[in-house]
T-cell receptor
Framework: NAGVTQTPKFQVLKTGQSMTLQCAQDMNHNSMYWYRQDPGMGLRLIYYSASEGTTDKGEVPNGYNVSRLNKREFSLRLESAAPSQTSVYFC????????????FGQGTRLTVV | AQSVTQLDSQVPVFEEAPVELRCNYSSSVSVYLFWYVQYPNQGLQLLLKYLSGSTLVKGINGFEAEFNKSQTSFHLRKPSVHISDTAEYFCAVSKQGGSEKLVFGKGTKLTVNP
């Protein structure tokens, strides 16, 4: 049982390059999330998806786009990477019932130079 | 919109001492509350959660938390900490029903010293 799988684990980008972070869950969860973690800032919500076909902005959506490809997969795209997007990115998934807790992937450490 | 405030960014304690990590939330409706732990270079794992019912919630590794609706708080406690409890702890909130938004606090770094 893999849970939440994120790829890649590490990535270095040059300013202006684009990339997509992939996330897949095998727990049949409805909701999926993308967070970024920066020192002293905790986890900040970028986008979330309450169900297949829907996405909503979180606290820090600027510079990002997302796609809920199907129930399993939720990708995060950086169209033109900036140094301010250097961070650790976490994907999470969650069922509405019965537990409502979120399960997290292991994170993607992204450096933009 | 819901929000979470973790009042202490860092908490140093000695081994076997008690600890309390404070969390206050803001929401106009009923909420679910969570505490997560993150060990260095790892993802987050659930410590405990409050969904409904008893306000005292017990979690893994000897941690517990008390939901206080009137004070909008959900403080995490452990009566006797170990070196292995050194980690970062996050409080999180989501509304019951409606939006699936899940919001985290800024975290509290717990350091347990020998």
């Amino acid at each position: 049982n893999a849970g939440v799988t994120q790829t890649p684990k590490f990535q270095v980008l040059k300013t202006g390059q684009s990339m997509t972070l992939q996330c897949a869950q095998d727990m049949n969860h409805n909701s999926m999330y993308w967070y970024r973690q920066d020192p002293g800032m905790g986890l900040r919500l970028i986008y979330y998806s309450a169900s297949e076909g829907t996405t909503d902005k979180g606290e820090v959506p600027n510079g990002y786009n997302v796609s809920r490809l199907n129930k399993r997969e939720f990708s995060l795209r950086l169209e033109s990477a900036a140094p301010s997007q250097t961070s650790v990115y976490f994907c999470a998934s969650r069922s509405r019932t019965p537990n409502t807790e979120a399960f997290f992937g292991q994170g993607t450490r992204l450096t933009v130079v | 919109a819901q929000s979470v405030t973790q009042l202490d960014s860092q908490v140093p304690v000695f081994e076997e001492a008690p600890v309390e990590l404070r969390c206050n939330y803001s929401s106009s409706v009923s909420v679910y509350l969570f505490w997560y732990v993150q060990y260095p270079n790892q993802g987050l794992q659930l410590l405990l959660k409050y969904l409904s019912g008893s306000t005292l919630v017990k979690g893994i590794n000897g941690f517990e938390a008390e939901f206080n609706k009137s004070q909008t708080s959900f403080h995490l406690r452990k009566p006797s900490v170990h070196i292995s409890d050194t980690a970062e702890y996050f409080c999180a909130v989501s509304k019951q029903g409606g939006s699936e938004k899940l919001v985290f606090g800024k975290g509290t770094k717990l350091t347990v010293n020998p």
